[in-house]
């Protein structure tokens, strides 16, 4: 692991990884990288940059999206990715954090390596953190857990059933 000891607070924060409003990994990099923009100013969005979207993705950002896109970009000591493992190598950060997840018990010794080529693995849930480690990821393994936009997904009152639905 890379220390950082000669910080002594995060002046900024690279965000790397896929941003459209269309995909899973998408909405949730763009949710988490608007949200640290808008609390601290200091998000610098090294992937996937909106000269590198389709147009009809561009379009269905939102203004803080799209200027967060368009903002000049410089490289930081730390850096955040968050896609699936094969696209880690993408975090040219001096620390390289990488987010992922997996619905399994197990991963495989692919995803192993690509961890392990990284400083830190930040997953949503606890049990995923065994499940990486019982796999023979190396570095330091946190459980970040992933939210939801309410004005997307609203609370929908619903009356009691018989049956279950899912």
């Given amino acids: 692991m890379k220390p950082l000891n ?16 269309k995909s899973g990994y998408g909405i949730v990099n763009l949710e988490y990288s608007t949200a ?4 601290t100013g200091f998000v610098s969005y090294g992937w996937e940059r909106e000269n590198d979207m389709l147009a009809e993705d561009y ?3 939102t203004e803080e999206q799209k200027r967060l896109l368009t903002k ?6 730390v ?14 950060s001096r620390f390289r954090i990488g987010y992922t997840m997996v619905e ?3 991963i495989g010794a692919n995803w192993v390596a690509w961890c392990n080529n990284m400083d830190a693995i930040f997953v949503p849930c606890e ?5 990486f480690k019982d796999c023979g990821v190396e570095p330091p393994i946190k459980s970040v857990k992933q939210g939801i936009n309410s004005k997307s997904f609203p609370y929908v009152e619903r009356y009691p059933k018989d049956k279950f639905i899912f």
Avoid: C
């Fill in 127 to 131: 049990f995923l953190i065994k499940v």
């Fill in 59 to 61: 379009a269905y950002l």
């Fill in 72 to 77: 000049p970009f410089k490289l930081e000591d």
């Fill in 104 to 106: 399994n018990t197990k």
């Fill in 36 to 39: 640290i923009e808008r609390l």
């Fill in 6 to 21: 000669h910080l002594t607070r995060l002046d900024g924060l690279n965000w790397w990884g896929w941003s459209n409003s």
């Fill in 79 to 92: 850096g955040i990715i968050k896609t699936t493992p094969q696209m880690f190598y993408k975090n040219q």
